[in-house]
């Protein structure tokens, strides 16, 4: 039996209009083994004060590309996780859903895609842990829009269960989402596929959630 941890994060703006970003990506990456990273990127942490990086925690929109690059191989070394993405385009989000109401939109695909695989015969008990946000009202939709969903998905299942929000900073597997997330947005914002590469293999779903949509509404 093992502890089912699932680390989320969401890359780029949620601003709406034509100036932002066009993608904003939602990624989720599970474990049974959330410690298989925190010796390796903990070392390349102290590692790289001697190359002139102080760094508190790894965050890619931050980080410098020597950062990067140092980085994203240990990723890719790793066959502790699995990672999966929900990818939206902003210009066809409905109105509606601009705000906050997009959580429960998308927290409804997400965690089914990690979840519906699992074999909850070999796990105990489930921790989903999100980054802080410094914006209470957001936090709390993202956190209330998990929470329900989480519970919907484990209703039936004898298994403890519980949706959290911690400093990324105490959490490597956090960072590895934050860098995850980082190269999808990449790859759809801007094409370009670099780092995505180095985390290919560990991407089971990365989907566009309105892929069949042809309305833009800006």
């Not at 990449?186 to 892929?211: L, P, Y």
Request: aromatic share 14%.
């Amino acid at each position: 039996m093992s502890d089912l941890f699932l680390f989320v994060d969401e890359s780029r703006d949620f601003t709406f209009n034509l100036q932002a970003s066009r993608y904003l990506v939602f990624t989720c990456l599970s474990t049974t083994q959330p410690d298989t990273l925190a010796h390796p990127l903990t070392k390349l942490r102290y590692d790289l004060y001697s190359q002139g990086f102080q760094l508190e925690r790894f965050h890619a929109a931050e980080d410098k590309q020597r950062v990067r690059d140092q980085v994203f191989p240990l990723l890719a070394a790793s066959t502790s996780y699995e990672l999966d993405a929900v990818v939206v385009e902003k210009r066809k989000t409905n109105p509606s859903l601009q705000s906050y109401q997009l959580y429960p939109r998308i927290y409804a695909i997400l965690p089914r895609y990690v979840l519906n695989r699992q074999n909850f015969s070999q796990v105990s008990s489930l921790h989903v842990i999100c980054d802080n946000v410094p914006m209470k009202r957001k936090q709390r939709a993202m956190e209330g829009a998990l929470k329900m969903e989480v519970s919907l998905l484990m209703q039936g299942r004898q298994i403890p269960h519980d949706v959290v929000f911690q400093p990324s900073g105490s959490h490597p597997f956090l960072q590895a989402a934050d860098y995850c997330g980082w190269a999808i947005f990449r790859r759809w914002e801007r094409n370009d596929a670099r780092s995505h590469g180095f985390i290919q293999a560990r991407i089971r779903s990365e989907f566009d959630v309105f892929a069949s949509g042809g309305t833009y509404y800006y």
